[in-house]
């Protein structure tokens, strides 16, 4: 089981560069304090970070969150920007922060309600 609090990543999350050539990169996600409290609000028990329950359905939104990114480098060759929405317009997690690692080839998004 793994902690909401720490970085949540899948080996299935990742985009190919514009040249199929180039290697995949791998699309990771972190909460903010903002979300994490909204997460902690939501867990009926005192390790809140590792309930299975939350954790499971936020982690399910990431899914979502991907398959929003996905769709929109498909569609557009570049990635969602700081402030834009995934998931839905209502009920989305907001970028917060975008941070790229050419080294180990990951993206991390940093969500926000």
């Not at 409290?37 to 309930?51: A, T």
């Amino acid at each position: 089981m793994k902690s909401i609090v720490e970085t949540i990543k899948y080996q299935d999350w990742a985009i190919k560069g514009q040249d199929w050539s180039i290697s995949e990169w791998q699309i990771q996600f972190l909460f903010s304090d903002q979300q994490l409290q909204e997460v902690k609000k939501l867990s009926r028990v005192d390790n809140w970070y590792e309930d299975p329950i939350v954790a499971d359905t936020y982690i399910d939104r990431l899914s979502t969150c991907f398959n929003s990114i996905k769709k929109f480098h498909t569609t557009f060759g570049s990635l969602p920007q700081i402030g834009d929405r995934l998931f839905d317009d209502d009920l989305g997690m907001i970028i917060q922060n975008r941070a790229i690692d050419g080294d180990v080839m990951t993206i991390t998004f940093t969500l926000s309600i």
